[in-house]
């Protein structure tokens, strides 16, 4: 999500953030699906197959893999993705494209209190 990379230890409140935003949209692009508790169910599932051999936790491809087997379309699992592995030059309009695919009625703006922050607005 960021325009600069990211240092887990450094940004934790980013990192957290866009995590939070991507299971956000991911929830309502699964609202008629069964929601996240589908998407986790799903997840769940793949790591105790017999084809996860070696995985101990959930990881990003799980994720990905369990929102289309939910059946998000594949262009929006894949603007998911892009979003959280490519540098985002506009982070806002990203977020926003991101709020439009899944029908949130969110916006953002800048936070008047810190310009480096954005405020979500219904």
């Keep these: 999500m960021s325009s600069a990379p990211l240092d887990p230890k450094a940004n ?9 935003l991507v ?6 692009q699964l609202k008629n699906k069964g929601g996240v508790v589908e998407l986790w169910k799903r997840m769940l599932a793949s790591l105790n197959s017999e084809g996860s051999v070696g995985h101990k936790y ?7 893999t369990a ?7 594949e262009s929006d699992v894949n603007d998911l993705r892009k979003f959280v592995f490519q540098m985002q030059t506009d982070p806002m309009k990203s ?9 949130m009625r969110f916006r ?12 979500f607005v219904p």
């Design 12 to 20: 934790f409140a980013l990192i957290y953030a866009c995590g939070r």
């Design 23 to 28: 299971h956000q949209v991911a929830d309502a």
């Design 58 to 64: 959930i990881n990003a491809d799980m994720y990905f």
């Design 67 to 73: 929102l289309k087997q939910a059946g998000v379309r």
């Design 95 to 103: 977020i926003s494209a991101l709020f439009d695919s899944s029908e």
């Design 108 to 119: 953002l703006k800048p936070d008047p209190a810190d310009n480096q922050k954005l405020k």
